[in-house]
């Protein structure tokens, strides 16, 4: 018979499997790569090492090249603002802002003329 697992089990579980996975690829591309931020240039040292975090070019975090290819260091902010833009992509297509076309209306285009009649 199988034991229910609780949702705090399952969790521990998954957090101890992605701890064990991230370890062997982390330590990797902290020996390959500077500690530097790719997106932002943030240099990273001592104390705030952990919040430099592996990307995953591709997203897959089963692909883990031992030349780092599919690797890039990026601090906490960067690296979420980067599974924005490609949830984005899932959700909606594109990366890149749609065009928009310039503003047409000038809202003080005829304030003197308006200034002029107050006198």
Not at 32 to 49: D, T, Y
Not at 52 to 81: A, F, I, K, M
Request: charged share 30%; glycine share 4%; net charge positive.
């Amino acid at each position: 018979m199988n034991k229910k697992l609780t949702f705090d089990q399952v969790r521990a579980e998954q957090l101890k499997y992605n701890a064990k996975r991230a370890s062997g690829y982390r330590e990797q591309a902290l020996k390959l790569f500077p500690h530097i931020c790719g997106r932002c240039a943030r240099e990273f040292s001592g104390k705030n090492l952990p919040e430099l975090t592996v990307h995953h070019v591709d997203h897959n975090h089963d692909n883990n090249p031992p030349d780092g290819s599919n690797w890039e260091l990026l601090c906490l902010y960067c690296h979420d603002e980067e599974h924005s833009k490609f949830e984005n992509l899932v959700r909606y297509g594109s990366r890149k802002e749609s065009e928009r076309a310039p503003a047409t209306h000038n809202p003080f285009a005829d304030l003197k003329e308006q200034m002029d009649k107050k006198k």
